[in-house]
């Protein structure tokens, strides 16, 4: 077993880095499976973001930074956010394909036979050529 | 104390001294040696309302938990390389009692003691290099490869002359760019050869990495012998101040986190 002896000082500020160190305690480090057993998928999620941390918080916010607040997997109050963009994406398609009904509806008329037939209009395109 | 939970920090050989009386865990209590045949667990008792699976994990997204329970994880890690070479485990290691732990080390003694051999005798040391970001002169102060850095930053110019100016900086920052990773590769390389073993971790960037650090190019380990600890700092010392502009750091000793993984870990070998 070899003792300290000949170990030199730390490094001014070596290991007293938060990034630092919650990239080793985070992210490397043996994995033991404890008794009390958290989903490694979310220290590893953290380990990603956390990586980037300074000093706390306060800190950040006073930089600016406050990723974690946008964040569905950090913050329940991004869940709204990610909501609230889902809804508008959802909101979008239903007017695009509303608009496209409306355009297919324009050319569909004067062609009785097919209308309601349900084609795709790829297909219907290639038969009114062909005719 | 018979709710609390067992949090462990690392598992090592046994010590010939006994823990400094003065060090505390995560909780703010005294880590103490929990001995299995041979192996010794490093442990606190922590409290069940705050290391129970829904208030750990609760915890975990809280920052300034995360960053005061790392710390002290650290601490106590830290306080063990000093007077042996301790295996450390992941931040939020529980178990429900003593007996808990003891069979953790039995279950696990093959795995434990095989890297135990591997980094007896050994400490991990982080080195970092950082590219001076163009603008706010860091890095770039002697006289760095920066034209843009001449140039009176409140004289008002044209928007030809701005355009100029860019490209030359864009041109200037490619060249400084593949310089540094020159630097690195060959910096790697030569510590990599000195080291028993060596991972290279992801380089860590964005907005709350130093302020003002630059962008950071190589993010490495070493596993190296704690009796040539001294001669690999030196080669990092020769090694800094080589080409300016880049940055070295570095930081340790640490013990071995980033050797837990066997020697044909996912991250061996390579360069950067």
Known sequence: ???????????????????????????????????????????????????LVVASVERAKEMGIDWWEDDPALSSGARRTALARENEELRRRVEQLERRELAEGGDATGDGERRGGGEQHDGRGERERDR | MTDDLRYVYAVCRPLAAPLHADLTGVAGEPPRQLAHEGLVAVVSPVPERDFAHEPLRAHLEDLDWLAATARAHQSVVAALTTVTCPLPLRLATVFRDDSGVRAMLEDESERLRRILDRIDGHVEWGVKVWLGDSGDGAGGADGGPEPSAAQPRRVPESGRDYLRRRRAGNAAREESAARAEVFTRRLHGDLARY?????????????????????????????????????????????????????????????AYSFTDGPDGPEAGGTP
């Open chain 1, 1 to 51: 077993m070899t003792t300290a002896s000949r170990l030199p000082e730390p490094y001014p500020q070596g290991g007293s880095n938060l990034a630092d160190i919650l990239e080793r305690v985070l992210d490397k480090g043996i994995v033991i499976a404890g008794d009390i057993r958290i989903n490694l998928l979310d220290i590893e999620l953290l380990t990603i973001k956390l990586r």
């Open chain 2, 195 to 255: 080291a028993a073993d060596a991972r290279l971790h992801p380089v860590q960037s964005g907005p709350l990495t130093e302020a003002g650090s630059g962008r950071n190019i190589l993010n490495s380990a070493y596993l190296v012998p704690r009796a040539r600890s001294e001669e690999f700092l030196e080669l990092i010392g020769r090694a800094e101040g080589t080409l300016p502009g880049l940055r070295v750091e570095v930081t340790g000793p640490w013990a």
